[in-house]
């Protein structure tokens, strides 16, 4: 359950060392579950990219690929 009293910016940075976590461990499906409660700037995404394809795992760096970014 999510805590209200916490700020948004570390909601977010929480989210974003999971998703690097999840990205580092291959952990398919809990990439696609960050990924879906998350919008990632083009920044973000290629850094993540750069990430999944230094672990040697181009399935994760596929899915981040094909996840639309923030306008």
Do not use: C, F, W
Request: glycine share 8%; hydrophobic share 30%.
């Amino acid at each position: 359950m999510e805590n209200d009293n916490e700020p948004q910016g570390e909601k977010g940075i929480a989210g974003m060392k999971g998703l690097e976590s999840a990205i580092a461990n291959g952990e398919t499906d809990r990439v696609k579950q960050y990924l879906t409660s998350q919008m990632l700037d083009e920044l973000q995404k290629s850094y993540l990219i750069d990430l999944a394809n230094t672990a040697n795992n181009t399935h994760i760096a596929k899915l981040i690929e094909d996840t639309p970014t923030r306008p």
